[in-house]
């Protein structure tokens, strides 16, 4: 991993964004820096190494000698796998809240198609079934065929329910 990949911030919201910060967490954990590494630091002069540590390039970085770019180093990576921890926290409270709404999308539409069912389905059937009972010579369609205020025959409607 790069300075520059480790210097970003996460993305647009989504798990491919999420898999790439997790991974970016995992090899920075992979460097071993304890904890308490920097606990005996007031967070102010740790930010300042951060601070320091993102805005030189590398060649700079690589300038130092060994225990001012291995410091700065290190206070950039501790800094960084707490502000992407808290991303990663972000980032799932987000795709979560998404995949939420998305879903209640698609169940108001299930509802707003179930609203639009034939109203008196179930009578309508019952009708055609007794009127082809009881008038087997007649047209069916004359003696029980209703329409909606659209127009629409509600048999129509019915079939392709």
């Given amino acids: 991993m790069t300075i520059h990949m480790l210097r970003m911030d996460p993305g647009q919201v989504g798990v491919e ?3 790439k910060e997790v991974a970016k967490l995992r090899q920075i954990r992979a460097l071993g820096l304890p904890k308490d590494l920097f606990s005996h630091l007031s967070p102010k002069v740790v930010r300042v190494y951060r601070q320091r540590a993102s805005a030189e390039a590398p060649s700079h970085l690589r300038a130092h000698p060994d225990q001012i770019r291995y410091t700065l180093l290190a206070a950039l990576c501790w ?4 502000e992407i921890t808290d ?3 972000d980032l799932l409270i987000q795709i979560v809240h998404r995949i939420g709404a ?11 198609q179930e609203l639009k069912r034939v109203v008196g389905k179930e009578s ?5 079934a007794d009127a082809a009972v009881k008038q087997p010579d007649e047209l069916v369609r004359d003696l029980v065929v209703e329409k909606d205020e659209d127009g629409t025959e509600k048999v129509n409607r019915i079939n392709y329910e």
């Fill in 17 to 19: 964004t999420l898999l």
């Fill in 79 to 82: 800094q960084r796998s707490q």
């Fill in 87 to 89: 991303s990663l926290v």
């Fill in 102 to 112: 998305r879903a209640e999308r698609k169940v108001e539409e299930v509802y707003v």
């Fill in 124 to 128: 309508i059937l019952y009708h055609i």
